[in-house]
């Protein structure tokens, strides 16, 4: 049963819980407890750093409850050919898992971006069997032992000129919009226990393209309800850029609106890219806190938030640092993304994280 604030309290005056409700308290205690007394879970996203650094592996143990591979379940990575489905890393990070007593949750069965040769090669006539099998194999090998998985990954683009604002790619090719409502068909028949999960960026901002594909999220909920699919949740990333506009108001009646369609929300790949900050580490990293614990203060007002989930623990693996991200976004120095630093210590980011979930009333 989920604890409310005055239960917390009087646990805590009981000495039954690890932690204090106060900012001190909110520092020893994990992001996992905090996170956990309000309904919600916490996690981050994980790759071949967990197993490389034992350190690193410790602090997300200390403080998850979930995590997601960041990148051993994508499409490109499991299928380096037609035939083969590569599935050591996820299998890794579900072993580990497991062992640690965490969740894990599925990233990502079909995107149109990041397509291996092989599939832009295809005759497009294949592509709904290749779908299919890759669907029904990928999640059987997995069956029963996932939390959720994101079944469709980025189905808008914000500068998308498909019709509706698609992303294109090879399955949007091969099957219009439609590549979404099969994919959630199969998905459904081969795993009935794991969540089905919609992910998708942009919302998390409140320009002309963040407000269009918010509009076009809604819309897609209602098309796969109203086909008498099954949605349990959708993702939203929360890649936070200070630079572009972002209200707080409206990006909480986006997500009553998505409530109301009867459908969960988790944030599935928060962290802030900080190129737009200037000033030292410090000065930036109390700016980032800040917009973080805004962001999620809101969020968390809304009661269909069950999950969040950060794109890595600490700055040193977060993936604004690849060299093809740095080129991409233009960064000209190394991104302050995370809640906690180069040498694992924690930012203001994770006091914002932990405030953040102490404070929420639901
Ligand atoms: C990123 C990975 O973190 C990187 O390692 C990789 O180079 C590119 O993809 N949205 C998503 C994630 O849904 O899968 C992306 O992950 C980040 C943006």
Known sequence: MRQTRRDCLTLLGAGLLPFRASAAGAESASLRALAARTGITFGTAATHELFDDETYRALIVQ??????????????????????????EGDRLLAFAKAQGLAMRGHTLIWNDWPPDWLKRAPLSTLPYILDQHVERVMTHYAGALQSWDVVNEPFVAWGNAPGGFRQGPWYSAMGPDYIFRAFQRAAAADPRTKLVLNEAWTERSDVYGLAVRKSLLRLVDQIKDKGLRLDAIGLQAHLDPAIAYDDASFVDFLHALEARGVEIYITELDINDASYSGSFAERDKQAADRVYTFLKHALSVKALGMVVCWGLADRYTWLREPSVL??????RLARALPYDDDLQPKPMRDALARAFLEREI
């Open 63 to 88: 403080q998850c409850g979930i995590i997601v591979p960041g990148r051993g379940l994508k499409f490109d990575w499991l299928r380096p050919d037609e035939k083969s489905f590569a599935f050591e």
């Open 327 to 332: 080129a991409a976004l233009k960064l000209t």
